[in-house]
């Protein structure tokens, strides 16, 4: 196969779902032939990444993510996706494992926000205590120039309640659960936009759309960047990686 890329999932695997969905839906499409060409890995098995993040002694996440990328650079994809926010917490050993460029989704998701909220000035974010802890979207923030809010702790437990009670162990959204973190990170906590982090927050979100709060889904902007590039290779189109974001 030709005009392709890999995306390297099952982080988990109904977030995976959801973001394959998008690519599906949001492809411009006449005939069968003009869906995208992709490899998807569904590696449910790899260990949790906050665990490992917030004690090293646990299992790491790098080594089999490692042998996906090796694996997946023999067969020359022209960039690689990777959809969990927190696995990015590796990024640089992963980029640095392959010449093929993996789009880093924490700093797409992080340089769209001027675009799509122009006038907001300070950015919450909600995601796992692992993506908390690496501060990969703090340091996003920060360097962007954004004053950011973290929530608090009653957030944070509705958080991880929400990614790994609801969603990873019953693959469920409770709405009003999730409308409720929106709602305090908004009144509280004075956020123009919020980051959803985590990409079983991208899932609440495709599940549970209809609220009035401005979020920026990382796993959204992510599809629709994988469709543009994915387009300009089929169409033959030069592609400097370093300027996408």
């Keep these: 196969m030709e005009q392709f890329f890999t995306i390297i999932g099952g982080m988990g695997t109904l977030a995976t779902e959801s973001f394959i969905n998008l690519l599906n839906e949001r492809t411009p499409i006449k005939k069968d032939q003009d869906y995208l060409n992709y490899i998807l890995v569904n590696h449910a098995t790899v260990p949790d ?6 004690d090293h002694s646990k299992p790491s996440f790098l080594p089999p993510l490692l042998e996906d990328i ?4 023999l067969l020359k994809p022209d960039f690689f996706v990777m ?16 010449d093929i460029p993996l789009i880093h989704m924490p700093h797409l998701a992080v340089s769209s926000i001027k675009k799509n909220y122009p006038s907001a000035k300070k950015i ?31 957030v944070q ?60 889904d990382a796993q959204s902007i992510i599809a629709d960047k994988t469709i543009e590039l994915a387009l300009k290779i089929r169409n033959k189109e030069v592609i400097d990686f370093e300027s996408i974001y």
């Design 124 to 154: 919450g974010l909600i995601a796992t205590k692992g993506t908390i802890a690496d501060h990969i979207y703090e340091d996003e923030l920060k360097q962007a120039g954004y004053d950011y809010s973290l929530g608090d702790q009653e």
């Design 70 to 73: 090796k694996q997946q650079s």
């Design 157 to 216: 437990d509705q958080v991880e309640s929400l990614i790994y009670d609801d969603i990873k162990e019953n693959g469920q959204v409770d709405s009003e659960k999730y409308y409720g973190i929106l709602r305090v990170m908004k009144e509280k906590f004075d956020c123009d936009a919020i980051i959803l982090g985590c990409t079983e927050l991208s899932f609440a979100q495709a599940k549970a759309p209809d609220h009035e709060y401005s979020v920026i």
């Design 83 to 98: 959809v969990c926010n927190t696995a990015h917490y590796y990024y640089k050993e992963l980029q640095e494992a392959t």
């Design 49 to 54: 990444r906050t665990e490992h993040i917030m």
